[in-house]
């Protein structure tokens, strides 16, 4: 076994023991190993991918020494390695964006404990994009929770700990019903681990036998899942978890955590289910309407909303939407988008949560529209960046949404069945998206008279401009340079079969 | 109906899930909230434990010489059933820690009551 194979578990091993350290040390020390273990964890993903690129092959890496039906198991193939790659620049850039929002808003002796709960998510993120057993998996999404929770309330006020708590009742109907569809799947199939399951899911139904209980299964574990990822009639909680929380939190949770649940419920979908009995069960029809209604009510909500974090998180509420339209239409190249519309959703509304904290800096810390106008001028790196993400995220050719918008209508032509739903849904939400962005990028760029460039002289700031450079960078990648990672995704989704 | 007799543990797993979940996505009081979440919690358990157990089996140790399958219970059931305690059990005192949090701020545990206290608020 090549040593490369090991990657997996010690970036798993690594961002735990760093969250394990973190407490005893001072808050710069923990930030500085939170950063090292990032950086280090995405390089060996870098390397990973290379590797099963070079080889064109996934594999399964045996934890303990137990043989297959017994014991515990990673998989890594193209898509997981990068994921796992993508979740680390993007929390990287998530942290050092929002570094000097955290030191204001984060009383000090708790920063280091801030750095536990970041650890602690990487590794259940990871864990949750590697594992190939069913109660690993079960597990860290409660770890994730837990984590996602305390990154809410680290910021300690009324609003925050009231999100948190709404974050948690949701999340927790979510795990409930996760656990329950895992405990009657282990029941039908006896196995806990994924590529034996499968196999007896195939044969349940290839034979028809246990059909109603197979299907009550698949209805739990993608409703539970989507609860997690806040698909749009559970998105209650949202607004308030990403308005108020610290600006890192905002950008981790909304880029990281939900896509995490999502990448799950794919990889349960191809892995466990197979793809064919995902899709002849009615589910996927129910997950379709849900993410159209996402997409037009998120957007609906954004438009009517008068406070900027808000109005992003609202945004999110839309393109969970996308995201599940995509899984919704159940067919190859429509996966295909969803998975590169989490990328590229994870990509832009990180960017846009950490500009938006650049322009209410420059507005007083206010929030709201009125104080708003002008901050583009007064702020003018973070000016530019919002208006990269909100083009970015209405849709515009150069920037990565444009290219899930293309796929997304590449992949409704091949369906005919749902190409008019999804065209005309697409089309509305679209020009919903266009209508909230253009409206607060004209905002930031309409004159007040008296422009004072009141640019924090803190240190921070050459940090905080090189996160937006970098969010930028990974946009416009994203964007120019999709090919390449379309294929990726492509040949992932092979390997997952 | 048949098997709904045959298999009342289930069945009663089942009956109790729903009433957790229904407490905790419908009641307003946060404690009362988590006393469903701790029933729903415990229904999966039950579910569990229920399937794991064959009846005329014994524990998976060894004694006598007895090597027969046949003779045993698969022992994975009730080690998941362990781990969902303890998850359950962690997510519960998180939740209660919460409960104290805004409980001290607000002095009330009702979820929506908090909600109207914090829009007067404002912020």
Known sequence: MDLVQNFPFFSIMLSMFSGIVSPVLPPAAAKWVNRAAVTVIGALSLVLLLYLLGTGESYVFMMGHFPAPWGNEIRAGVLEAGMALFFCIIMLLSLLGGNHKLLTEVAGEKQSLYYILVNLLLSSLLALVYTNDIFTAYVFVEINTITACGLIMIRETGRTIEAAVRYMIMSLLGSGMLLLGLCILYDLTGHLLMSNMREQVAILAQSGEYHMPLLVTIALISVGLSIKSALFPFHAWLPDAYGYSTVSSAAILSSLVSKGYIFLLIKLIYRVFGFQVFHDSKIVNVLFLFGLMGMIFGSLSAIWENDIRRMIAFSSVAQIGYIFMGIGMGTQAAMTASLFHVMSHAATKSLLFISAAGLTDASGGSKKFADLTGAGYRDVEAGIAFTVGALSMVGLPLFSGFISKLLFAQAAVQNTGKLLPALIVLGISTVLNAIYFMKTVIRIYTPVGDEVRSRPASGGRALYVAALMGFIVLNLLLGVNSQPIVDMIGQGLGMFA | ?123
Do not use: C
């Not at chain 2, 307003?28 to 157990?53: H, P, Q, R, W």
């Open chain 2, 1 to 123: 109906m048949g098997n709904l007799l045959v298999n009342y543990g289930e069945a009663a797993a089942m009956i109790l899930f729903v009433i957790g979940f229904s407490n905790l996505l419908l009641h307003k009081n946060l404690i009362k909230k988590i006393i469903g979440l701790n029933i729903m919690d415990s229904a999966i358990y039950l579910f569990l434990a229920e399937k794991g157990y064959i009846a005329g089996r014994t524990v998976p140790i060894v004694v006598d010489g007895v090597q027969s399958v046949e003779a045993y219970i698969n022992p994975i059931p009730a080690g998941l059933v362990l781990t969902g305690i303890v998850v359950s059990v962690s997510v519960s005192a998180l939740m209660l820690s919460l409960t104290i949090r805004l409980y001290r701020r607000y002095h009330t545990l009702d979820l929506d009551e908090i909600s109207t206290l914090l829009k007067k608020e404002g912020v």
